[in-house]
């Protein structure tokens, strides 16, 4: 599960809130982290699209998806609900696509403006599954880079050929934890250089 480390770092850091879509997850791991949660008496705040969150520095976190409330999804439909959000620093900006099939991508576009979605580095959905990261979506976007988050062997055979095809016919620079490890950007506001 994907949201295993969180109940490590709710224990290791101070967590002001949790910002969540609000899907129920049955398993146990997600228990554990609803506990947790509940134990430390953090406030939790359902993402929705319009909120942003200012994180200091003239940084600002805005959240793109989703539109409507989540909680309504079951745990399989948790991907077309998951937290779609667009960091800018400055002139400089990044999108974090969770897990976000192409329907999420399609309606994205067709309601937000070219500066909502415009990114420097993209982080890519859904592991670089065929499902996501459509070619109309990476032309919005223009990235100069595309993180793509996966483990190392993974079961699922991702990143899928298609996607990463995709990322080349639009000349983006892919870079991929599978193969790097951890992957740390710097920015001033103008520009942004790997660490």
């Not at 032309?139 to 095809?165: C, H």
Request: glycine letters at 10%; a negative charge; proline letters at 5%.
């Amino acid at each position: 599960e994907q949201i295993t480390g969180f109940v490590d770092l709710l224990k290791r850091y101070a967590v002001g809130d949790v910002i969540e879509p609000g899907i129920p997850q049955p398993t146990l791991t997600a228990q554990t982290l609803e506990k947790e949660i509940d134990t430390e008496h953090i406030p939790r705040v359902l993402a929705r699209r319009g909120m942003w969150l200012d994180l200091g520095g003239g940084a600002r976190l805005d959240i793109l998806w989703p539109d409507f409330d989540a909680s309504t999804l079951t745990p399989d439909e948790a991907n077309e609900g998951c937290i779609v959000a667009h960091l800018v620093y400055g002139a400089m900006s990044m999108i974090f696509m969770c897990d976000a099939p192409m329907d999420v991508e399609n309606s994205l576009m067709a309601f937000g403006s070219t500066t909502e979605l415009k990114s420097d580095i993209l982080k890519v959905g859904h592991h670089g599954s065929a499902g996501s990261t459509g070619s109309d979506f990476v032309s919005k976007v223009d990235p100069e880079v595309a993180i793509i988050s996966l483990g190392k062997n993974n079961r699922y055979g991702f990143p899928k050929q298609v996607t990463l095809d995709t990322l080349a016919s639009h000349n983006v620079q892919v870079l991929r934890t599978d193969q790097e490890g951890t992957i740390e950007f710097v920015s001033d506001g103008n520009s942004f250089v790997r660490k």
